[in-house]
């Protein structure tokens, strides 16, 4: 399939010029029907008997997984299903072994809520947020990095697209040195998963997470871990759930249905993704529409969908040069994402003005700004067109010569 042909799968563009997918994105009609079918399931519960209804949630909700490891180029044993980013940052969080005195890496463009479970662990560990400065409107070389870490950094919590301005982190190379000095690498990839490619094959990343409901295309509480090997291997989850069990033999129903069990026994959780996860009943309506967005930009292809954002974001690029915009976002190729920042006024409340206006005229872009770095942010996903971008050009034209 085609971005063009993918972009027929996206009914709410036809009355809107949607280019804000890294606020809250659109569902393709994919999504949708495959969570209208598990309702129709949950309605009439067509199984046997309630037991096997419930096993049949469960296997529909493993497709998600399958999806998300063929995205990243992984496996199933390394990806967990989490409800948000939030939910895998604090998972990170809660799971690394931190002590008071301890410093985790944060850049200094960064949204709150990569902070946020740093600055909130248990008292008994609290450790500290070592800022990272950003240079020329956001970006975040590897070297800013490795002049922050000293002898008590243990973690590092990074975007891997920064939300304000659009730029790129280089993450192999941040996991590399990382890997070098025996630090942790927290990655949040909200902004880069499903838009961007992302080999987990060969990235030195231990926490890989992102909410399905921005770049995935998968609003409904939902979203994808990653864990490395040296965490399936070294580290433990703060909670447990048995369907992080391996089934028993004859499957979980007979089991219930054998006199003998008790709940005092030997419980030895496989060292899998799985484990990471709330492993009791779930959110399976999110994990049903999350598989379809999944398998849709697995049919498209993800190199094929950052080939088309990377081309209309070039676009976007050139087109605001045209019209006088600053564009925050030009950073080198290799560094750019779906991701595009500028500003027409360099003054955040007459940007903020013509943001309405747009709105006014159903065309979606953001504002975003972290410290003093952002501004108007246009989000080209791989639904969008060469049209979208040249109506917003066109409105960005009109309004400016209007006032």
């Known amino acids: 399939m085609t971005p063009q042909e993918a972009r027929r799968c996206f009914p709410g563009l036809t009355d809107k010029v949607f280019l804000d997918a890294a606020c809250v994105s659109l569902i393709p009609r994919q999504a949708h029907d495959a969570v209208r079918r598990f309702l129709d399931m949950a309605l009439r519960c067509d ?34 299903l989490v409800e ?12 690394l ?38 240079r020329d409107g956001g970006v975040l070389e590897i ?6 870490i000293n002898a008590r950094t243990k973690a590092v919590c ?19 040195l990382c890997r070098s000095k025996g630090i942790w690498l927290v990655v949040d990839a909200v902004h880069e998963m499903g838009a961007m490619a ?38 433990d989850p703060s909670s447990w759930g048995y369907l992080a069990l391996d089934a028993p033999a004859g499957g979980w129903q007979e089991y219930f249905e054998t006199p003998s069990i008790s709940p005092f026994r030997a419980y030895e959780f496989p060292r899998n993704a799985k484990r990471w996860e ?5 959110n399976y309506p999110g994990a049903v529409g999350l598989a379809a967005s ?44 779906g991701i595009t920042v500028f500003s027409m006024y360099r003054d955040a409340k007459q940007d903020r003005v013509l943001v309405e206006a747009l709105s006014r005229e159903r065309i979606y872009v953001a504002m975003r700004f972290t410290s003093n770095v952002g501004g108007i942010r246009v989000s080209t996903h791989y639904f969008n067109d060469e049209e979208d971008v040249m109506k917003l050009i066109g409105a960005l034209k009109r309004l400016v010569r209007a006032r």
């Open 47 to 80: 199984a046997a008997d309630a037991s096997k209804h419930h096993i049949a949630m469960d296997q529909l909700r493993s497709e998600a997984v399958t999806e998300a490891a063929r995205l990243l180029k992984s496996t199933p044993d390394h990806v967990a």
């Open 84 to 95: 948000s980013t939030t939910h895998a940052l604090n998972i990170a969080a809660n799971a």
């Open 97 to 134: 072994p931190l002590e008071r005195g301890d410093n985790v890496l944060v850049a200094d463009t960064e949204f709150l809520q990569v902070a946020i479970p740093w600055a909130r662990t248990p008292e008994h560990r609290a450790v500290e947020i070592r800022p990272v400065q950003s």
């Open 143 to 148: 070297d800013a990095f490795e002049r922050a």
């Open 158 to 176: 990074v975007s891997s697209v920064q939300w304000a301005s659009g730029y790129r982190v280089d993450v192999g190379a941040l996991g590399r």
């Open 198 to 235: 992302i080999d987990l094959s060969e990235t030195c990343a231990d926490f890989v997470m992102a909410g399905g409901h921005k770049w995935l295309n998968a609003p409904f509480g939902c979203g994808v871990l990653h864990l490395s090997d040296r965490v399936l291997r070294e580290l």
């Open 278 to 282: 709330i492993a009791g009943t779930s």
């Open 294 to 337: 999944l398998q849709l930009v697995n049919d498209v292809g993800i190199e094929n969908a950052e080939r088309q954002i990377r081309k209309l974001g070039d676009l976007a690029r050139d087109e605001l040069r045209k019209i006088g915009a600053h564009v925050v976002s030009d950073f080198d190729p290799r560094a750019r994402s």
